[in-house]
């Protein structure tokens, strides 16, 4: 049996802001209920932490796309893809210490329509699609529409010739998310990550396996385990498609029984189909 829940526009903000209003669906045919509200709750939570992450990752690579005058560069054919415009934000890369600064000052809307604070510095030693290269995004004051998003990312190609499908380590330290009500949650992993490069940086994916630590808005750890590959599509992102678009994976928490979490076949939508305890309830999750 499965049960649909629509979360409004601005839901992942407001409900958070409120602890995480409650709405909670029932299947009134046979009486049964589908997965708890906590659950849910739970998998919000899940949601938000990727949409924050993921805009650390959308305004990294673009601003290392932009700085990069190599025979390799690539451009965003169409300027609705691009997340920071440099009437935005300042862009700066020193080549002698190999660190592209992207600095929002005290805020501006971007052209995706976010509000940005702070900088998101880079450290590299060569670009990410030679192999071997490293590079290190570090957040320094960095917040997105109220929420301050702290940590450090360190990318590692694991390549040993150039290809346009690359294979990287990605370790995420110190990951953290507070939200305007001062409510804290962290995150942090040390994976794999399939980085599929198109001709254009608007058709890249990323196919994403491991787990993921964490602490949730209460306190209460989890871990978050891939079953199947995760596949994010910057072009679903752009369209505000937040959670990946295909695969599956299981949130664990100690005492409690585990979440199945089934993200669909590739659709651009923000559905996942959350399975507790043999229920299912299909949750869309509305971007802010």
């Known amino acids: ?38 659950d849910i709750d739970v998998v919000i939570m899940d949601a938000v932490s990727d949409d924050a992450f993921g805009d650390v990752d959308d305004v990294s690579f673009e601003a290392m796309e932009m700085t990069d005058n190599s025979i390799y560069a690539r451009s965003f054919s169409q300027a609705a893809f691009r997340t920071i415009s440099r009437g935005c934000a300042t862009i700066t890369n020193d080549t002698a210490t190999k660190t592209v600064t992207v600095d929002f000052g005290t805020g501006c809307l971007g052209p995706d329509g976010k509000t940005r604070s702070g900088q998101i510095v880079i450290n590299y030693s060569r670009r990410l699609y030679i192999p071997g290269a490293t590079r290190t995004v570090t957040l320094v004051n960095y917040v997105v529409d109220s929420v301050s998003i702290a940590g450090s990312k360190t990318y590692t190609n694991l390549m040993v010739n150039f290809r346009d499908t690359l294979s990287l380590n990605v370790v995420l330290t110190g990951g953290q998310i507070t939200m305007p009500n001062g409510n ?13 490069r198109g001709i254009n940086p608007s058709q890249d994916e990323f196919w994403v396996d491991g787990n993921i630590q964490g602490t949730r808005f209460n306190g209460n750890s989890f871990t978050r385990t891939v ?24 949130i664990t928490r100690s005492g409690q029984p585990d979440i199945d979490l089934d993200f669909g076949m590739g659709s651009c939508d923000n559905l996942v189909d959350v399975t507790v305890n043999g229920q299912t309830t299909t949750v ?5």
């Open 284 to 288: 869309d999750v509305t971007n802010r």
């Open 227 to 250: 079953n199947s590959t995760l596949v994010y599509r910057r072009a679903c992102r752009r369209q505000q498609v937040k959670i990946p678009v295909e695969g599956t994976a299981t």
């Open 1 to 38: 049996m499965k049960t649909v829940m629509q979360i409004s526009p601005g839901f992942l903000i407001t409900a958070l802001v409120a602890s995480m209003l409650l709405i909670f669906t029932s299947c009134e045919t046979t009486g049964e209920v589908g997965v708890a509200q906590e």
């Open 184 to 196: 804290t949650a962290t995150r942090a992993f040390d994976r794999t990550s399939t980085w599929v």
